[in-house]
């Protein structure tokens, strides 16, 4: 491990009155223990765990139980389009970097509006975000079925 969690340094801020934890790397080598960590880790906390092939790398994202973002960061195509595939089902977001794009990236911890943010079991899919998705959850959505006529005179402004 590589950082101290009961240490916490601040600037401009109380330690004991908000919620710092300062950097720490986890390195866990027992990957056939059940789950490393049972809460989601927010950064800036990582966990390097080992892997022998994409197999063994998306049994260990599904063991995970969803996260809000993962990256993958490769400019092997084949790789990275198996890792997508596999890991999408459990991820909010995906960000994917190669050597020409990870120069202008702003990280996968910098969401749009208009994405989905959050994943399976965890935050919500981007409302907390606004935009369109936040507007979403405060409109009422009703199906109206019936006759072109009806529906006509249902729907037309007033006339």
């Known amino acids: 491990m590589y950082g101290d969690p009961e240490k916490v340094d601040v600037v401009g801020a109380d330690a004991e009155r908000g919620a710092?934890?300062?950097?720490?790397?986890?390195?866990?080598?027992?990957?056939?223990?059940?789950?490393?960590?049972?809460v989601e880790a927010f950064g800036p906390v990582s966990t390097l765990m080992p892997y022998r092939g994409v197999g063994d790398l998306?049994?260990?994202?599904?063991?995970?139980?969803?996260?809000?973002?993962?990256?993958?960061?490769?400019?092997?195509?084949?790789?990275?389009?198996?890792?997508?595939?596999?890991?999408?089902?459990?991820?909010?977001?995906?960000?994917?970097?190669?050597?020409?794009?990870a120069g202008e990236s702003t990280g996968h911890g910098t969401p749009l509006p208009q994405?989905?943010?959050?994943?399976?079991?965890r935050a919500g899919g981007g409302e907390e975000e606004g935009g369109l998705r936040?507007?979403?959850?405060?409109?009422?959505?009703?199906?109206?079925?019936?006759?072109?006529?009806?529906?006509?005179?249902?729907?037309a402004d007033g006339k």
């Open 20 to 38: 710092f934890l300062s950097p720490v790397l986890v390195r866990v080598d027992d990957v056939a223990r059940p789950q490393p960590h049972e």
């Open 58 to 101: 998306l049994d260990l994202v599904a063991r995970g139980e969803g996260s809000l973002a993962g990256s993958v960061v490769s400019y092997d195509r084949g790789f990275v389009r198996e890792v997508v595939l596999g890991a999408a089902a459990h991820h909010g977001r995906i960000l994917v970097l190669d050597r020409d794009s």
């Open 115 to 121: 994405l989905v943010h959050g994943g399976p079991g």
């Open 134 to 155: 936040a507007v979403y959850a405060h409109l009422q959505r009703t199906a109206v079925q019936g006759s072109p006529a009806v529906l006509e005179a249902i729907t």
